[in-house]
């Protein structure tokens, strides 16, 4: 069993950063891929960011791709996402997933907020 707790969302201007984290509790973070997703008011939630257990390969969305990184730190039991020149577009509740690799993403924390002002 995997929990996921998320952090460092909140309100930013167009064009300004946020660093979101999300530490997992467990002995078996190491071994799960993991990924950011978000979910707009009215929209389907959606793939944002992905990373392999050992953090050698990523995946973006075009949506975010040169703006937002994902990294992760196993020793801390923590993935991030960099976000970088944010628009009013990525206002979304972001969430972070987990899973074993080449399965489904099974554990997913509660969400935090980003809005991005314009």
């Known amino acids: 069993q995997v929990q996921l707790v998320e952090s460092g969302g909140g309100l930013v201007q167009a064009g300004g950063s946020l660093r979101l984290s999300c530490a997992a509790s467990?002995?078996?973070?190491?071994?799960?891929?993991m990924g950011w997703f978000r979910q707009a008011p009215g929209k389907e939630r959606e793939f944002v960011a992905g990373?392999?257990?050992?953090?050698?390969?990523?995946y973006y969305a075009d949506s975010v791709k040169g703006r937002f990184t994902i990294s992760r730190d196993n020793a801390k039991n923590t993935v991030y996402l960099q976000m970088s020149s944010l628009k009013p577009e990525d206002t979304a509740v972001y969430y972070c997933?987990?899973?074993?690799?080449?399965?489904?993403?099974?554990?997913w924390g509660q969400g935090t907020q980003v809005t991005v002002s314009s």
């Open positions: 997933a987990g899973g074993l690799p080449g399965g489904e993403y099974d554990y």
């Open positions: 467990g002995r078996t973070f190491s071994s799960y891929a």
């Open positions: 990373i392999s257990w050992s953090g050698g390969n990523t």
